[in-house]
C-alpha cells in the first residue's frame, strides 16, 4: 500500500513539472527538457557504456543537450541553420577522446553513445517542431496533447491488461515484456482514439476530428513500440530500472520511452500529412 501512495506522489509531481514547463513559456521548456535528456542519456550510458570513460559520456550528454537547446534556440529566432554546427565538435571529440584507453572497451562503448544522440536526444529535438511556428511563435499546447495522448494510452492499457489479458489473455511480447497483452494494446488504443477525438473538440489539436485521431493511434502505437524497446534494452543488460529518480517509477527513460518512438514519427505525420 505504502508502495502505492509513493507511485502515485512521485506520477503527479512528475506530470506537475511536465505540465507546468510546457505552458509557461519557451525558457521554462527549454531548461526542462535540457534537464530530462541530461538525465536520460546518464542512465542510458551508465547501463550501456563500460565503467569509467567520464569523459567520453560527458562529451556525449554535451551533444545531446547541446542539439536540443541550439535547434531550439534556432526555431525560436529564426536563426541561420550554421548555428547548429558546433554540436558536432563534442560528437567528433568522442572517438578522439578514446585514443588514451583500451581499444575493445572503448570502442564498444563508442556505438552506444552515438546510439545515445540518435535514440534520446533528436526525438526531443525533432519536438522543437511541435512547440515553434514558422514565425519563432512558442505553443505547447500540442505538445503537451501528445503527452496527454500517450499517458491516456499508457492507463488504457493497463487497466484493459488488468481487467482482460492477466489470467486468460494473449501475451504481446512474452519473451521481451511478459506482462504486455494484446487485450492491453488494444485497450490502450481505443482511449487513445477516444482522447485524440475529445483534443479536436475541445481545440487542443487544430487538425480537425480525422487527422487528430489518426495522429492520436500514431502516438499509441509506436508508444508501444518505443516500450517494447527500451524493454528489450535493459533486458538485454540485466537491469530492471534505467534509474531511480522517480521513486516507484524507476528512471526518466522508463517513464519517456513511448515518447522517444511515438512523438518522432508523430511530428512526422504532422509535417508530412497535415501540414
Not at 492491453?184 to 473538440?201: C, Q, W
Amino acid at each position: 500500500m505504502k508502495n502505492i501512495y509513493v507511485r502515485t506522489i512521485s506520477g503527479l509531481v512528475f506530470i506537475l513539472i511536465m505540465v507546468t514547463s510546457i505552458l509557461w513559456g519557451a525558457i521554462s521548456y527549454i531548461a526542462v527538457v535540457s534537464c530530462i535528456i541530461a538525465i536520460m542519456l546518464h542512465e542510458y550510458l551508465k547501463i550501456s557504456v563500460p565503467s569509467g570513460m567520464h569523459m567520453e559520456k560527458l562529451l556525449a550528454i554535451m551533444s545531446g543537450m547541446l542539439l536540443f537547446m541550439t535547434s531550439a534556440v534556432s526555431m525560436q529566432y529564426r536563426m541561420d541553420f550554421r548555428f547548429i554546427l558546433p554540436v558536432i565538435i563534442p560528437i567528433i571529440m568522442i572517438p578522439v577522446s578514446l585514443l588514451s584507453g583500451k581499444e575493445k572497451e572503448g570502442y564498444r562503448g563508442y556505438a552506444f553513445m552515438l546510439a545515445s544522440i540518435i535514440y534520446i536526444a533528436l526525438p526531443f529535438s525533432l519536438l522543437n517542431m511541435s512547440v515553434f511556428d514558422m514565425f519563432g511563435r512558442y505553443d505547447g499546447k500540442l505538445l503537451l496533447s501528445m503527452f496527454i495522448v500517450l499517458w491516456v494510452s499508457d492507463i488504457g492499457a493497463y487497466c484493459f491488461g488488468m481487467m482482460f489479458g492477466q489470467k486468460n489473455g494473449h501475451k504481446m511480447c512474452p519473451s521481451i515484456s511478459p506482462k504486455k497483452s494484446w487485450e492491453g494494446f488494444f485497450g490502450g488504443l481505443l482511449s487513445a482514439l477516444v482522447t485524440g477525438y475529445i483534443l479536436s473538440e475541445t481545440g487542443m489539436f487544430r487538425f480537425g476530428i480525422f487527422h487528430s485521431i489518426a495522429l492520436a493511434a500514431v502516438i499509441s502505437l509506436f508508444g508501444v513500440l518505443g516500450d517494447l524497446v527500451e524493454s528489450q534494452f535493459k533486458r538485454n543488460f540485466g537491469v530492471k530500472d534505467s534509474g531511480s529518480i522517480m521513486p516507484g517509477h524507476g528512471g526518466l527513460l522508463d517513464r519517456f520511452d513511448g515518447a522517444l518512438i511515438a512523438f518522432p514519427m508523430a511530428v512526422i505525420y504532422i509535417e508530412l500529412i497535415i501540414r
